[in-house]
């Protein structure tokens, strides 16, 4: 069974996740009162888990150069005759293994445990899919692999 919603409002102004994509297809609207009264906790907390991920994975931390201001004022002094060195911060392996770890554990969470039937869980399965892409993504980067960089980035579109 599919749904499609469209979230708006009162819908959404409880939760944290926000499609990040243009709206393509058709959408239905949809009601809170589609939301199972013994849903709604268990949405909520799995809306705050992703939540939570989706906060320590911003490509913008990472793909900032750490010292973009230092570069920037020699480039101006030497007038342009300068090629600046950009540094970048590097995400710890330890701590995207324990994301990848966490991502794991709900995707096990939706399939073993999760019987919902609330229309907003195809949201979260979408959320889920994100981040697990922005995850493997930014594994690639700091990993320097550039093959998996290049076929994970179209998804991510």
């Known amino acids: 069974m599919s749904y499609h919603v469209l979230l708006g409002g009162d819908v959404v102004s ?18 809170p ?3 199972l009264s013994d849903e709604y906790e268990t949405l909520r907390l799995l809306d705050n888990k ?6 320590t994975l911003i ?3 990472y793909f900032k150069p750490t010292n973009f201001l230092a570069e920037l004022d020699a480039f101006v002094v ?11 911060q590097r995400p710890k392996k330890s701590k995207l ?27 979260f399965e979408e959320k889920l899919v994100e981040l697990t892409i922005k995850q ?4 690639a980067y700091r990993e320097q692999d550039f093959e998996l960089i290049d076929s994970l980035q179209p998804l991510y579109r």
Not at 17 to 26: F, R, S
Not at 78 to 88: A, D, I, L, T
């Open 14 to 31: 409880k939760y944290l996740i926000k499609p990040v994509h243009l709206l393509t297809k058709k959408r239905d609207i949809f009601s």
């Open 33 to 35: 009162s589609m939301i």
């Open 59 to 61: 490509f913008s931390r």
């Open 97 to 123: 293994d324990k994301i990848r770890d966490d991502l794991e554990r709900i995707r096990e969470e939706f399939r073993d445990e999760i019987t919902l039937e609330s229309p907003l869980l195809a949201l």
């Open 50 to 55: 992703l939540s939570q991920i989706n906060s």
């Open 136 to 139: 493997r993504l930014l594994a």
């Open 78 to 88: 030497r007038e342009g005759k300068y090629n600046p060195v950009f540094q970048y």
